[in-house]
Protein backbone atom coordinates (compact mmCIF):
# COMPACT_ATOMS: atom_id res chain seq x y z
CA UNK A 1 0.00 0.00 0.00
CA UNK A 2 1.71 3.24 -1.12
CA UNK A 3 1.17 6.35 1.53
CA UNK A 4 0.27 9.18 -0.95
CA UNK A 5 -1.57 11.30 1.63
CA UNK A 6 -0.36 14.48 0.65
CA UNK A 7 0.05 14.08 -3.05
CA UNK A 8 -2.82 15.90 -4.46
CA UNK A 9 -1.67 15.53 -8.25
CA UNK A 10 -4.49 12.91 -8.83
CA UNK A 11 -6.79 15.21 -7.93
CA UNK A 12 -8.32 18.34 -10.88
CA UNK A 13 -10.50 20.83 -10.10
CA UNK A 14 -11.56 23.61 -12.05
CA UNK A 15 -13.70 26.77 -10.59
CA UNK A 16 -14.89 27.28 -14.02
CA UNK A 17 -16.76 23.70 -14.61
CA UNK A 18 -20.21 23.64 -13.70
CA UNK A 19 -20.10 19.87 -12.63
CA UNK A 20 -19.99 20.41 -8.78
CA UNK A 21 -16.67 19.99 -6.88
CA UNK A 22 -17.55 16.86 -5.27
CA UNK A 23 -18.42 15.04 -8.57
CA UNK A 24 -15.55 16.62 -9.86
CA UNK A 25 -13.85 15.10 -7.34
CA UNK A 26 -14.99 11.69 -7.59
CA UNK A 27 -14.39 12.14 -11.77
CA UNK A 28 -10.59 12.53 -10.84
CA UNK A 29 -10.47 9.41 -8.69
CA UNK A 30 -12.19 7.44 -11.33
CA UNK A 31 -9.66 8.75 -14.22
CA UNK A 32 -6.54 8.25 -11.76
CA UNK A 33 -7.90 4.38 -11.34
CA UNK A 34 -8.65 3.96 -15.19
CA UNK A 35 -4.97 5.76 -16.45
CA UNK A 36 -2.51 3.50 -13.33
CA UNK A 37 -1.93 6.50 -12.12
CA UNK A 38 -3.79 5.24 -8.97
CA UNK A 39 -3.61 1.26 -7.90
CA UNK A 40 -4.85 -0.72 -5.97
CA UNK A 41 -4.50 -0.37 -2.13
CA UNK A 42 -2.98 3.13 -2.59
CA UNK A 43 -3.91 5.69 -0.04
CA UNK A 44 -5.73 8.43 -1.42
CA UNK A 45 -4.39 12.29 -0.48
CA UNK A 46 -5.98 13.19 2.74
CA UNK A 47 -9.34 15.33 2.70
CA UNK A 48 -7.11 18.09 5.07
CA UNK A 49 -4.84 18.19 2.15
CA UNK A 50 -7.20 18.55 -0.54
CA UNK A 51 -8.87 21.02 0.98
CA UNK A 52 -5.76 23.46 2.07
CA UNK A 53 -4.45 22.67 -2.04
CA UNK A 54 -7.55 23.73 -4.23
CA UNK A 55 -9.47 25.74 -0.85
CA UNK A 56 -12.55 23.94 -0.64
CA UNK A 57 -14.86 22.72 1.85
CA UNK A 58 -14.05 19.53 3.57
CA UNK A 59 -17.47 18.75 3.21
CA UNK A 60 -17.73 17.97 -0.66
CA UNK A 61 -14.58 16.12 -0.25
CA UNK A 62 -15.92 13.53 2.28
CA UNK A 63 -19.43 13.82 0.17
CA UNK A 64 -17.16 12.65 -2.38
CA UNK A 65 -15.56 9.88 -1.16
CA UNK A 66 -18.65 8.86 0.90
CA UNK A 67 -20.00 8.14 -2.53
CA UNK A 68 -17.07 6.52 -4.29
CA UNK A 69 -16.82 4.61 -1.03
CA UNK A 70 -20.98 3.20 -1.87
CA UNK A 71 -19.78 2.62 -5.29
CA UNK A 72 -16.93 0.75 -3.71
CA UNK A 73 -14.30 2.08 -5.50
CA UNK A 74 -13.27 2.95 -2.32
CA UNK A 75 -12.80 2.54 1.50
CA UNK A 76 -11.31 3.76 4.79
CA UNK A 77 -9.24 2.86 7.98
CA UNK A 78 -10.29 5.07 11.18
CA UNK A 79 -6.70 6.83 11.30
CA UNK A 80 -4.93 6.02 8.22
CA UNK A 81 -7.28 7.53 5.33
CA UNK A 82 -9.29 6.43 2.16
CA UNK A 83 -7.44 4.02 -0.30
CA UNK A 84 -8.30 2.50 -3.83
CA UNK A 85 -10.10 -1.04 -3.39
CA UNK A 86 -10.54 -1.59 -7.19
CA UNK A 87 -7.24 -2.16 -9.39
CA UNK A 88 -9.83 -1.43 -12.33
CA UNK A 89 -13.12 0.18 -13.01
CA UNK A 90 -15.41 -2.10 -15.48
CA UNK A 91 -14.97 -1.32 -19.12
CA UNK A 92 -13.23 1.73 -20.05
CA UNK A 93 -17.28 3.54 -20.21
CA UNK A 94 -20.10 2.80 -17.83
CA UNK A 95 -22.61 3.87 -19.01
CA UNK A 96 -25.95 4.87 -17.79
CA UNK A 97 -28.67 5.07 -19.98
CA UNK A 98 -31.77 6.42 -18.57
CA UNK A 99 -35.15 6.54 -21.07
CA UNK A 100 -38.62 7.41 -20.42
CA UNK A 101 -40.51 4.16 -20.61
CA UNK A 102 -39.96 1.27 -22.22
CA UNK A 103 -42.16 -0.22 -25.12
CA UNK A 104 -41.81 -2.34 -27.86
CA UNK A 105 -39.71 0.43 -30.82
CA UNK A 106 -38.06 1.43 -27.45
CA UNK A 107 -36.78 -1.89 -27.16
CA UNK A 108 -35.89 -2.21 -30.64
CA UNK A 109 -33.91 1.27 -29.77
CA UNK A 110 -32.04 -0.41 -26.73
CA UNK A 111 -31.55 -3.55 -28.40
CA UNK A 112 -28.83 -1.96 -31.44
CA UNK A 113 -27.60 0.70 -29.07
CA UNK A 114 -26.11 -2.52 -26.79
CA UNK A 115 -25.24 -4.64 -30.10
CA UNK A 116 -23.26 -2.40 -31.23
CA UNK A 117 -21.26 -1.13 -27.94
CA UNK A 118 -20.95 -4.88 -27.03
CA UNK A 119 -17.26 -5.09 -25.67
CA UNK A 120 -16.76 -1.28 -25.90
CA UNK A 121 -18.85 -0.56 -22.09
CA UNK A 122 -21.16 -1.93 -20.08
CA UNK A 123 -24.84 -0.62 -19.81
CA UNK A 124 -27.19 -0.34 -17.07
CA UNK A 125 -30.65 0.86 -18.39
CA UNK A 126 -33.26 2.87 -15.90
CA UNK A 127 -36.76 4.35 -16.53
CA UNK A 128 -38.00 7.71 -15.09
CA UNK A 129 -41.48 7.01 -16.97
CA UNK A 130 -42.02 10.86 -17.25
CA UNK A 131 -42.08 11.75 -13.93
CA UNK A 132 -39.77 14.54 -12.99
CA UNK A 133 -39.25 13.34 -9.38
CA UNK A 134 -38.33 9.84 -10.53
CA UNK A 135 -35.99 11.47 -13.46
CA UNK A 136 -34.18 13.72 -10.59
CA UNK A 137 -33.87 10.76 -7.95
CA UNK A 138 -32.11 8.47 -10.56
CA UNK A 139 -29.84 11.36 -12.01
CA UNK A 140 -28.84 12.36 -8.57
CA UNK A 141 -28.72 8.50 -6.77
CA UNK A 142 -26.52 7.11 -9.71
CA UNK A 143 -24.60 9.63 -11.04
CA UNK A 144 -21.64 8.91 -9.00
CA UNK A 145 -21.88 5.60 -10.73
CA UNK A 146 -21.00 6.56 -13.68
CA UNK A 147 -18.85 7.68 -16.16
CA UNK A 148 -20.99 8.16 -19.70
CA UNK A 149 -24.74 9.46 -19.20
CA UNK A 150 -26.98 8.85 -22.84
CA UNK A 151 -30.14 10.37 -21.08
CA UNK A 152 -33.87 10.55 -22.28
CA UNK A 153 -34.88 14.09 -21.26
CA UNK A 154 -37.83 14.73 -19.50
CA UNK A 155 -38.95 18.19 -20.82
CA UNK A 156 -40.46 20.23 -17.85
CA UNK A 157 -38.63 23.54 -16.65
CA UNK A 158 -36.82 21.52 -13.69
CA UNK A 159 -34.43 19.45 -16.31
CA UNK A 160 -31.84 21.44 -17.44
CA UNK A 161 -30.94 22.34 -13.51
CA UNK A 162 -30.51 18.46 -12.89
CA UNK A 163 -28.45 17.73 -16.12
CA UNK A 164 -26.10 20.22 -14.66
CA UNK A 165 -25.29 17.28 -12.52
CA UNK A 166 -24.01 14.69 -14.86
CA UNK A 167 -20.45 15.48 -16.44
CA UNK A 168 -21.00 17.89 -19.17
CA UNK A 169 -18.51 16.63 -21.25
CA UNK A 170 -19.93 12.93 -20.90
CA UNK A 171 -23.42 13.43 -21.15
CA UNK A 172 -25.79 12.94 -24.78
CA UNK A 173 -29.66 13.09 -25.43
CA UNK A 174 -31.38 10.15 -27.01
CA UNK A 175 -34.63 10.26 -29.11
CA UNK A 176 -35.68 13.52 -27.26
CA UNK A 177 -34.69 16.76 -26.07
CA UNK A 178 -32.80 18.17 -29.40
CA UNK A 179 -35.24 20.94 -29.43
CA UNK A 180 -34.50 22.49 -26.09
CA UNK A 181 -30.97 20.97 -25.36
CA UNK A 182 -29.60 20.09 -28.54
CA UNK A 183 -27.31 23.47 -28.79
CA UNK A 184 -25.80 22.11 -25.66
CA UNK A 185 -25.69 18.52 -25.43
CA UNK A 186 -25.01 16.28 -28.52
CA UNK A 187 -27.19 14.15 -29.50
CA UNK A 188 -29.08 11.35 -31.76
CA UNK A 189 -32.96 12.49 -31.91
CA UNK A 190 -35.73 12.91 -33.83
CA UNK A 191 -37.33 16.33 -35.07
CA UNK A 192 -40.79 15.77 -34.19
CA UNK A 193 -42.01 18.90 -35.81
CA UNK A 194 -40.03 18.83 -39.09
CA UNK A 195 -40.62 15.05 -39.61
CA UNK A 196 -44.16 14.93 -39.53
CA UNK A 197 -44.85 18.06 -41.18
CA UNK A 198 -41.98 16.63 -44.03
CA UNK A 199 -44.32 13.12 -44.44
CA UNK A 200 -47.07 14.38 -45.01
CA UNK A 201 -46.82 17.17 -47.59
CA UNK A 202 -45.20 14.68 -49.08
CA UNK A 203 -48.50 12.30 -49.38
CA UNK A 204 -50.76 15.10 -49.50
CA UNK A 205 -52.42 13.79 -52.70
CA UNK A 206 -53.21 10.37 -50.67
CA UNK A 207 -54.56 12.71 -47.87
CA UNK A 208 -56.74 14.91 -49.38
CA UNK A 209 -59.27 11.47 -50.36
CA UNK A 210 -60.48 11.69 -46.53
CA UNK A 211 -62.77 14.55 -45.09
CA UNK A 212 -60.97 14.88 -42.23
CA UNK A 213 -57.31 14.65 -41.12
CA UNK A 214 -57.80 13.96 -36.99
CA UNK A 215 -54.29 13.49 -34.82
CA UNK A 216 -54.96 11.44 -31.84
CA UNK A 217 -52.42 12.89 -29.53
CA UNK A 218 -53.30 11.21 -26.02
CA UNK A 219 -52.82 12.43 -22.96
CA UNK A 220 -49.98 9.85 -22.65
CA UNK A 221 -48.06 11.33 -25.27
CA UNK A 222 -45.01 13.99 -24.74
CA UNK A 223 -43.68 14.97 -28.30
CA UNK A 224 -45.67 17.91 -28.33
CA UNK A 225 -44.01 19.36 -31.41
CA UNK A 226 -45.97 16.78 -33.23
CA UNK A 227 -48.60 19.23 -32.99
CA UNK A 228 -47.23 22.08 -34.05
CA UNK A 229 -45.91 20.62 -36.96
CA UNK A 230 -48.92 18.57 -37.56
CA UNK A 231 -50.84 22.08 -37.29
CA UNK A 232 -48.20 23.81 -39.57
CA UNK A 233 -49.25 21.03 -42.71
CA UNK A 234 -53.06 21.30 -42.28
CA UNK A 235 -52.81 25.41 -42.11
CA UNK A 236 -50.78 25.17 -45.35
CA UNK A 237 -52.94 22.92 -46.97
CA UNK A 238 -56.62 24.29 -46.12
CA UNK A 239 -57.82 21.01 -44.80
CA UNK A 240 -60.47 19.92 -42.40
CA UNK A 241 -58.56 18.69 -39.08
CA UNK A 242 -58.57 18.18 -35.43
CA UNK A 243 -56.04 17.61 -32.41
CA UNK A 244 -57.62 15.01 -30.58
CA UNK A 245 -56.89 15.05 -26.59
CA UNK A 246 -59.06 13.04 -24.61
CA UNK A 247 -59.01 10.12 -27.52
CA UNK A 248 -60.21 7.79 -25.08
CA UNK A 249 -64.19 9.53 -25.19
CA UNK A 250 -63.67 10.40 -28.96
CA UNK A 251 -66.12 9.39 -31.44
CA UNK A 252 -64.77 7.86 -34.74
CA UNK A 253 -66.26 8.61 -38.08
CA UNK A 254 -66.12 7.01 -41.16
CA UNK A 255 -64.22 8.72 -44.30
CA UNK A 256 -61.35 10.40 -41.73
CA UNK A 257 -57.79 9.94 -41.76
CA UNK A 258 -56.30 9.38 -38.03
CA UNK A 259 -52.58 9.56 -37.33
CA UNK A 260 -52.16 7.91 -33.80
CA UNK A 261 -49.23 8.59 -31.21
CA UNK A 262 -50.32 5.83 -28.61
CA UNK A 263 -51.15 1.85 -29.75
CA UNK A 264 -54.18 1.78 -26.83
CA UNK A 265 -55.62 4.35 -29.36
CA UNK A 266 -54.90 2.44 -32.48
CA UNK A 267 -56.51 -0.53 -30.86
CA UNK A 268 -59.79 0.91 -30.05
CA UNK A 269 -59.56 2.24 -33.65
CA UNK A 270 -59.30 -0.87 -35.43
CA UNK A 271 -61.52 -1.86 -33.28
CA UNK A 272 -64.61 0.29 -33.96
CA UNK A 273 -63.70 -0.05 -37.41
CA UNK A 274 -64.45 -4.22 -37.24
CA UNK A 275 -67.43 -3.52 -35.47
CA UNK A 276 -69.45 -1.52 -37.80
CA UNK A 277 -67.42 -2.91 -40.96
CA UNK A 278 -65.17 -0.38 -41.95
CA UNK A 279 -62.41 -1.04 -44.46
CA UNK A 280 -58.61 0.13 -43.61
CA UNK A 281 -57.43 2.45 -46.71
CA UNK A 282 -60.77 2.81 -47.73
CA UNK A 283 -63.27 3.90 -45.38
CA UNK A 284 -61.32 4.96 -42.82
CA UNK A 285 -57.64 6.01 -43.02
CA UNK A 286 -55.19 4.61 -40.41
CA UNK A 287 -51.57 5.56 -39.90
CA UNK A 288 -49.70 5.08 -36.50
CA UNK A 289 -46.19 6.47 -34.99
CA UNK A 290 -43.49 3.73 -34.78
CA UNK A 291 -43.03 0.79 -36.30
CA UNK A 292 -43.31 -2.87 -34.44
CA UNK A 293 -43.02 -6.33 -36.14
CA UNK A 294 -46.88 -6.68 -34.71
CA UNK A 295 -48.13 -3.97 -37.52
CA UNK A 296 -47.17 -5.60 -40.11
CA UNK A 297 -49.53 -7.83 -38.97
CA UNK A 298 -52.59 -6.79 -37.13
CA UNK A 299 -55.64 -5.60 -39.45
CA UNK A 300 -53.60 -6.37 -43.01
CA UNK A 301 -50.86 -3.87 -42.27
CA UNK A 302 -51.00 -0.88 -40.00
CA UNK A 303 -49.09 1.81 -42.24
CA UNK A 304 -46.37 3.42 -39.65
CA UNK A 305 -44.80 6.36 -39.54
CA UNK A 306 -42.03 6.30 -38.04
CA UNK A 307 -37.83 7.00 -36.67
CA UNK A 308 -35.49 4.66 -37.91
CA UNK A 309 -34.76 3.59 -34.35
CA UNK A 310 -32.36 0.86 -35.21
CA UNK A 311 -30.37 3.61 -36.45
CA UNK A 312 -30.33 5.56 -33.69
CA UNK A 313 -29.21 3.34 -31.23
CA UNK A 314 -26.44 2.00 -33.70
CA UNK A 315 -25.53 5.62 -34.21
CA UNK A 316 -25.67 6.99 -30.45
CA UNK A 317 -23.44 3.87 -29.42
CA UNK A 318 -20.81 4.75 -32.07
CA UNK A 319 -20.80 8.83 -31.30
CA UNK A 320 -19.55 7.12 -27.22
CA UNK A 321 -16.92 4.85 -28.98
CA UNK A 322 -15.49 7.35 -30.97
CA UNK A 323 -15.69 9.98 -28.51
CA UNK A 324 -17.38 12.20 -31.02
CA UNK A 325 -19.70 14.98 -30.41
CA UNK A 326 -22.41 15.35 -32.86
CA UNK A 327 -25.46 16.54 -33.53
CA UNK A 328 -27.81 14.17 -35.88
CA UNK A 329 -31.50 13.87 -36.45
CA UNK A 330 -32.53 10.48 -37.17
CA UNK A 331 -34.15 9.60 -39.80
CA UNK A 332 -37.69 9.50 -40.48
CA UNK A 333 -39.55 6.60 -42.52
CA UNK A 334 -43.26 5.52 -43.75
CA UNK A 335 -43.77 2.09 -44.07
CA UNK A 336 -46.18 1.83 -46.61
CA UNK A 337 -49.83 -0.92 -46.08
CA UNK A 338 -53.13 -1.24 -46.57
CA UNK A 339 -54.38 1.07 -43.85
CA UNK A 340 -53.17 4.03 -45.69
Not at 78 to 84: A, E, I, L, M, Q
Not at 270 to 287: C, E, M, P, T, Y
Request: proline fraction near 3%.
Amino acid sequence: MENIPGNTSVITINNSNSLPIYKQIMQSVRESISSGKLKLGDMLPSVNSIAADFSIARGSIFKAFGELRNAGIIDSIPGKGYFVTKSSLPADKNIFLLMSTFNPYREILYNAFVKQIKGSATVDIYFHHHNIKVFETLISNHAAHYNTFVIMPEIHKQTERILMQLDQKKLYLLDAGMKDFGAKYPFVCQNYEKDIYNLLKTHIIRIEKYKRVVLLFSSNSRSYEIITGFESFVKEYKLSTEVVRDTENFKFRKHDLYITTDDNDLVRLIQKSKSNNWSLGRDIGVVSYNETPLKSVIAEGITTITSDFVKMGTDMANMIIKNKRESLENPFLIIDRNSF
